[in-house]
């Protein structure tokens, strides 16, 4: 063995020892770069005959060339092995079972909202919704409820900086009950004399019965274990040419005896005060049987609507006449399951929502 196949041999070894990168480039200096021995053993040829010279010049590329290849060989070898071991600890276990996403579910008062939709629904009842902000106008004074009125303390609600189209503090709406006048607007533009933007015609017929339910969120300034600041309100409005005080026992009565699935449910009219109806009344229920036998509870609140309402309807109140109701659906839900705090529908407690699932 000459000096240079053992040079090719030691460093063959010493790369086969470096067992990371970083210790084989270590190695690779030792033989290879500046102060590497084969550049030594170049600079030892400097006293050869040219002869000589190519001899050893083109040995001493060779044993390079050789270490080269060593190295290539080796560093391949890490890389492969470091890839290898990438990929190990990267490994999915593809037989793990997938995590589970929670089953969700509608929130109670939504379960309710829903049934009453569909209970009206089925009674002709078109369902809308409208502005949580509203202006004064719609809120108190359409509903013939004026400005210093003392009825309007019967509502203590939330008053929202700037002013609405009539010059007047917009409020947090403190019950459904403007959407009656919003709707009859709708209804009246539609069907009223004069062009219907929806069908492109003139129209000059008679105008259907405005029959709908309004269910959403309402607000006022009131927090206890029954009063929430923000709660929930159906209204009911029905108001056509020959609608009668009747017509509002007969739906109110069955939509009871529907929604708790009772048909023996009794029903109470029990005269009261509301600026926007004429007569008024409180619509009381009694279950038969159960936990709330003998009881009467306020479930809505109802009444003729007042003429002065069927006139910024933009309605002649000598033809039309209906009725109207508001009810809180917040409270159908807590009798309807036997709920006794209303804070807990508004808590976000799974724990407690997760039982209507
Ligand atoms: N808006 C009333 C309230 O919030 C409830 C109400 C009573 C609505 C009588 C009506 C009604 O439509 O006729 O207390």
Known sequence: MNDLDTLVESARTQFAAASAPHDLENAKAQFIGKSGRLTELMKGMAQL??????????????????????????????????????????????????RQRGRGGLHPVTLTMERIEGIFGSMG?????????????????????????????????????????????????????????????????????????????????????????????????????????MF?????????????????????????????????????????????????????IQFPSGPLAGRWLEVAGSGQVHPNVVRHMGLDPERYIGFAFGMGPDRLTMLRYGVNDLRLFFDGDIRFLSQFE
């Not at 044993?63 to 092995?81: F, G, P, S, V, Y």
């Not at 409020?171 to 403007?178: D, I, K, M, Q």
């Not at 009246?188 to 029959?211: H, N």
């Not at 017509?247 to 699935?261: A, M, P, Q, V, Y």
């Open 125 to 229: 009842f078109d369902v809308t919704d409208g502005p949580e902000i509203e202006t004064d106008w719609f809120s108190f004074t359409s509903l013939n409820n004026p400005p210093n009125h003392p009825a309007r303390s019967m509502q203590d609600t939330f008053y929202i900086d700037g002013n609405g189209a009539d010059g007047l503090p917009l409020n947090l709406r403190p019950h459904t009950s403007p959407m009656q006048v919003r709707y009859a607007h709708a209804h009246v533009r539609r069907y009223g004399k004069g062009f219907d933007p929806r069908s492109g015609r003139l129209y000059d017929g008679p105008m259907p019965d405005i029959r709908v339910i309004v269910p959403g969120r309402t607000y006022r300034v009131d927090s206890d274990a029954t009063h929430s600041p």
């Open 232 to 284: 929930h309100q159906c209204e009911g409005l029905w108001l056509g040419e020959n609608v009668s005080f009747s017509d509002l026992k007969t739906i109110f009565t069955g939509f009871c005896r529907t929604f708790f699935e009772n048909g023996d449910l009794v029903l109470r009219f029990r005269p009261s005060f509301f600026p926007f109806t004429e007569p008024s009344a409180e619509i009381d």
């Open 49 to 98: 005959s040219p002869e000589e010279k190519r001899t050893r010049g083109a040995a001493i590329n060779q044993a390079k060339q050789a270490i080269e290849a060593a190295l290539n060989e080796r560093r391949q070898t890490l890389q492969d092995a470091e890839l290898e071991a990438h990929l190990k600890a990267e490994a999915l276990d593809v037989t793990l079972p997938g």
